[in-house]
């Protein structure tokens, strides 16, 4: 239990400091609600009427959305990869060459089906 007490008292700094902040924010922060701040934003353009259960998003937004996801997580596996090349031996090279393969299939599949392109 030892190993972990640090971690564990990390954690409660942090959920500490979290709840300190959020009460302390709601106890000295203004209070002046008024209509313009209760209302949307919109980047200047006034919104349009939306229907009961709220508007929909485009599809594309969703596929855009997960295409940023697929290609972050390809970089945060290949930079400690490029960090450790040397040490990782011939395991590590086929490994990611497997990695790129299936990212790749992925990236011509979107690229396939017109995903990239902005209407």
């Known amino acids: 239990?030892?190993?972990?007490?640090?971690?564990?008292?990390?954690?409660?700094?942090?959920?500490a400091f979290a709840g300190f902040s959020v009460i302390?924010?709601?106890?000295?922060?203004?209070?002046?609600?008024n209509r313009a701040k209760l209302d949307a934003y919109e980047c200047g353009i006034e919104p349009t009427p939306q229907p009961p259960g709220g508007g929909r998003f485009p599809v594309k937004y969703y596929l855009t959305a997960m295409l940023f996801i697929i290609f972050d997580i390809e970089i945060v596996f290949l930079y400690p990869w490029a960090v450790?090349?040397?040490?990782?031996?011939?395991?590590?090279?086929?490994?990611?060459?497997?990695?790129?393969?299936?990212?790749?299939?992925?990236?011509a599949y979107e690229w396939r089906r017109e995903g990239l392109r902005w209407d």
């Open 24 to 33: 302390l924010a709601s106890m000295v922060g203004p209070r002046r609600y």
């Open 84 to 107: 450790h090349f040397d040490a990782l031996g011939v395991f590590g090279l086929g490994a990611m060459a497997l990695f790129i393969f299936n990212v790749s299939v992925a990236y």
């Open 1 to 15: 239990m030892n190993v972990y007490a640090p971690i564990l008292v990390l954690g409660a700094i942090a959920f």
